[in-house]
């Protein structure tokens, strides 16, 4: 079955740059989308068709696919950008990533 | 203002049925290009898609849970039904369902999504 493979947690200082990957077969010929989940809440679109920001999602927010991996960048991250991260993809099914905690402080 | 609601039960008996309901506003299930999908997780975990449904009432599901889903639309209500049969102690999870929008490419992606209800299977 298809899959998507994330780090478990990423760590960065406030203002620093965080990068987040996602690594799967499929990613040379499929989108990659991103999801920030913060504590207790719903997950939130960040990141679409590899590269795009929805309307409403800070400019710091920025992904890339090459080959195999997708990356998530985060530039500058704030504390309250402190969430889990999830990448998704689409082969016969929607496939997620077992999602990436990423620490701000 | 686009807006998903879930409604369900809190909690299910081991062996049972579970129904949930997404109630929608702010677009139509009779829209082409967009659908609705149910997407769960259990706590502590990871998300999971489950299925998803199309204005054309075209449908998917989760290989690993097909025989045990049906989802439904109800185009005039502006809901989405999702029932799971058989439920065990792992289905225990926040149950989201999520606004599906078509790419470029064909494929979608979940541009609303619920608050999520949480669903604890347990006797």
């Known amino acids: 079955s298809y899959e998507l493979t994330q780090p478990p947690s990423v760590s960065v200082s406030p203002g620093q740059t965080a990068r987040i990957t996602c690594s799967g077969d499929?990613?040379?010929?499929?989108?990659a989308y991103w999801y920030q989940q913060k504590s207790g809440q719903a997950p939130v679109l960040v990141i679409y068709?590899?590269?795009k920001r929805p309307s409403g999602i800070p400019e710091r927010f920025s992904g890339s696919s090459s080959g195999t991996m997708a990356t998530l960048t985060i530039s500058g991250a704030p504390v309250e950008d402190e969430a889990d991260y999830y990448c998704?993809?689409?082969?016969?099914?929607?496939?997620f990533g077992g999602g990436t905690k990423l620490t701000v402080l | 203002q686009v807006t998903l609601k879930e409604s369900g039960p809190v909690l299910v008996k081991p062996t049972e049925t579970l129904t949930l309901t997404c109630t929608v506003s702010?677009?139509?299930?009779?829209?082409?290009?967009?659908?609705v999908s149910w997407i769960r997780q259990p706590p502590g975990k990871a998300l999971e898609w489950l299925a998803h449904?199309?204005?054309?009432?075209?449908?998917s599901y989760s290989t690993s849970l097909k025989s045990s889903l049906t989802i439904s639309k109800d185009t005039s209500k502006s809901q989405v039904v999702l029932t799971m049969t058989n439920l065990d102690p792992v289905d225990t999870a926040t149950y989201y369902c999520?606004?599906?929008?078509?790419?470029?490419?064909?494929?979608?992606?979940?541009?609303?999504w619920g608050q999520g209800t949480l669903v604890t299977v347990s006797s």
């Open positions: 999520a606004r599906i929008r078509r790419d470029s490419s064909g494929d979608y992606y979940f541009d609303f």
């Open positions: 702010g677009f139509s299930l009779s829209n082409a290009r967009m659908g």
């Open positions: 449904i199309f204005s054309s009432d075209e449908k």
């Open positions: 499929s990613l040379p010929k499929k989108y």
């Open positions: 068709e590899d590269s």
């Open positions: 998704c993809s689409t082969d016969s099914s929607v496939v």
